[in-house]
């Protein structure tokens, strides 16, 4: 197809046209030299690619489009079953971010306070040296790691060499992971997916389930469906976000209090016997004691006075659930998020329980034996980054994507005891709150520029969908599994290990699929009836002549899938301990008149703080067309009409720690009593966000047991 060069310019801003980024005319977009007589002598001639996006743990599936070899415009992959060629604004603009004209080019080195530009092999050859130093003194303890990432085999990757060192000071930030984590410190194995076909009643615990989830389009489409067989969403929030806007019904709640009205329904469930005994019986030890608790302790009515939502409400929801025929009350990640997340979690999973978890599966998966499909933690991590701020004996701290000062109430603690390590390495591709403490960069690729996998079994199938690079690295970036690959062979960290790059890593990681011969690369075929009872036969659906073959296959069609699983039911045994789902936190009384909560929010734009750098992304994520750059609240009408709040008037907010001005916004949206503020603007590393970070002037308030910070727990005064 014949281009000229206006349309490609076209073509790969023509979503930013009329955009400037703080209403400034900066350059939103940076065309490496290199490919400048591309640009103005290429023969115009089209081509596509596919890829995943690695911007949420949705896994989406991308299709590229590129002139004369150069990405211009990101499509949905209409041959994934995970999005069917849908796309969020965020995969839209995974090309603007190859663009970006704040990525970094090369690896960096701080001296005298300001980064300067090295080559990666000075850069790897520092790391190395001071690794063997930890290692030659015994000092292999000193040695910490903190990682934000969704692909699982990047996950075990970091943990491999971080068990090749000997160190546990590894914080794996991964959505999935987290999610399940309540199950892994029980002791428990977790479901792999919710069974949609069959689920009647799903009662939402604070997930933004259609907005920042495990696989946001494909709960999307399924909430649809949900609703046309006639079945109900019910939300349990302290915010109406958009993923409620579909619900049957919103009880506006605190997310400390999730665990209360999951025992309130066990209550009533309980008392009317409307249990499943038989599973009860054979899988919830202790059943006796929990049964006591809940009747001693959570009765509609008490829960009422604690948490003011009404108790004829919680009976009702309580009958629905457990009339339904396969009810799932669901929690993510996001149920981490308040003082007491995990015990909340708890009672959410003894709520499941008591109907059998009959709307939960498991993939029984001979395909996938051998293949590491999550990203499990014994037990869950062990060290959290809060442990910085009391260790100063760390010698070495890597960063992998993950910028947790941005994210922290305590970030002046963190940056106080992450100044004060001798050695921070970071894989940022961008200078961010966190990246700027380093001492070492070593910037990974661009999404569109690097391999990874991503592994799924949301949909109630097995998912491997492929990211590869569509285009060459522009710059001196180095894919972040090639360092650690390369460490673990250079330090001898794994016996026998043979993998010198990320690529031979992850052939090695994934050939059991092709080994087992089971599922089928993705394509626009449907599979026929025929065909599964071929493959439960044991006949391989697509003939590949050797690995290397399927191999390029799976890149060629972005994937691969089992459309024909194994699946049971999930039966798990229920180990709960009564102390474990007692709160040692004292909640206190409801906010006096005159203070209210704050309610930090979050947009699918930015849900890590490591994503709005895009002046697209910004404006979609603002409030309405005329403030993006700005910071707004959102307060409940009844609750502004008796502060005396006017629709968009500029009001001051107090904490703690300190006060900002912000953009009062009417929203019935928002639960009476609080104050809700949206998380993502307030960067201070990128001079030209604007806005405050919210979290910044939170309470440290953490969740009991795990550390992870609570963004709902703070007070605050409007003057």
């Known amino acids: 197809m014949q281009i000229n060069r206006r349309d490609f310019v076209k073509l790969l801003g023509g979503s930013l046209i009329g955009f400037t980024v703080g209403g400034v005319g900066e350059a939103l977009l940076k065309i490496p030299n290199a490919v400048m007589p591309i640009l103005y002598k290429g023969p115009k001639t089209e081509s596509w690619k596919l890829t995943t996006c690695a911007k949420c743990p949705g896994a989406c599936g991308l299709r590229i489009r590129l002139v004369d070899g150069l990405p211009v415009q990101a499509f949905g992959n209409p041959l994934s079953p995970i999005n069917f060629g849908g796309v969020c604004p965020m995969g839209l603009t995974s090309v603007e971010s190859l663009y970006n004209p704040d990525r970094l080019m090369s690896p960096m080195k701080k001296v005298n306070g300001k980064f300067q530009e090295i080559s990666y092999t000075e850069a790897y050859g520092a790391i190395v040296s001071e690794l063997r130093k930890n290692i030659r003194q015994g000092d292999e303890h000193k040695i910490a790691f903190i990682a934000q990432t969704e692909s699982v085999f990047m996950a075990n990757l970091i943990q491999m060499f971080m068990n090749g060192i000997g160190s546990r000071r590894l914080y794996m930030d991964n959505f999935v992971g987290n999610s399940r984590l309540p199950y892994q410190n029980l002791k428990m194995d977790h479901p792999d997916f919710i069974d949609f076909e069959h689920t009647d009643y799903l009662l939402n615990f604070g997930s933004q389930i259609t907005e920042i989830s495990e696989s946001p389009l494909f709960f999307s489409r399924a909430i649809n469906s ?84 009404d108790a004829d409400q919680i009976i009702s929801t309580a009958r629905e659930f457990a009339n339904a025929s396969a009810p799932a009350a669901y929690f993510d990640e996001a149920i981490l998020h308040s003082s007491n997340g995990l015990r909340n979690a708890y009672a959410i999973i003894a709520l499941n329980a008591l109907k059998g978890f009959a709307a939960f599966g498991k993939l029984s998966e001979a395909g996938l034996k051998g293949l590491k499909i999550d990203s499990n933690r014994d037990g869950g991590n062990t060290w959290n980054k809060n442990n910085l701020i009391g260790e100063s004996d760390i010698d070495v701290l890597f960063i992998y994507r993950s910028n947790f000062i941005f994210n922290s109430p305590n970030a002046e603690d963190l940056r106080k005891a992450v100044s004060r390590i001798p050695l921070v390495v970071s894989f940022s591709p961008f200078i961010d709150e966190t990246t700027e403490l380093a001492d070492l960069i070593i910037p990974d690729h661009d999404d569109l520029e690097k391999l990874d996998a991503y592994l799924s079994t949301t949909i109630g199938s097995p998912i491997l969908s492929m990211q590869q690079p569509v285009v060459k690295s522009f710059y001196s970036t180095v894919h972040t599994g090639d360092v650690i690959t390369s460490l673990i062979g250079d330090l001898n960290l794994q016996e026998g290990w043979k993998d010198r790059s990320y690529e031979s890593y992850l052939k090695a990681a994934i050939k059991p699929i092709y080994d087992h011969g089971v599922g089928m690369l993705m394509s626009q075929k449907k599979p026929t009836g025929i065909e599964k009872s071929l493959q439960q036969a044991g006949w391989q659906l697509v003939p590949y002549s050797d690995f290397d073959d399927f191999w390029q296959q799976l890149l060629r069609y972005g994937g691969w899938w089992n459309p024909f699983p194994k699946v049971t039911g999930y039966t798990p045994e229920v180990l709960l301990k009564t102390d474990q789902l007692m709160s040692t936190k004292d909640k206190g009384s409801h906010p006096a008149a005159a203070q209210l909560r704050l309610n930090i929010f979050f947009r699918n734009f930015d849900y890590k703080g490591n994503l709005l750098r895009n002046p697209v992304l910004t404006e979609q994520f603002g409030m309405d067309r005329d403030i993006y750059y700005t910071t707004w609240v959102e307060v409940n009408p009844k609750t502004a009409e008796k502060l005396s709040i006017a629709h968009r008037s500029k009001v001051k907010i107090k904490t703690e720690k300190g006060g900002f001005e912000a953009i009062a916004i009417h929203s019935p949206t928002t639960m009476p009593g609080n104050i809700d503020i949206p998380f993502g603007l307030g960067h201070t590393a990128d001079k030209r966000m604007l806005g405050i970070n919210p979290v910044h002037y939170s309470d440290d308030v953490f969740d009991e047991h795990t550390g992870e910070p609570s963004y709902s727990e703070t007070l605050v005064k409007i003057l």
Request: glycine residues 6%; hydrophobic residues 40%.
């Open 226 to 309: 949900l609703r046309e067989r006639k079945g109900k969403l019910v939300t349990v929030a302290p915010k109406l976000t958009p993923s409620g806007f579909k619900t049957s019904r919103w009880m506006p709640v605190m997310p400390e209090n999730f665990g209360d009205i999951a025992l309130a329904i066990a209550y009533v469930i309980i008392s009317d016997g409307t249990y499943d005994k038989s599973f009860v019986q054979n899988h919830f030890e202790d059943f006796d004691t929990f049964r006591e608790l809940v009747i001693q302790n959570y009765t509609p009515s008490a829960v009422q006075a604690r948490v003011g939502v």
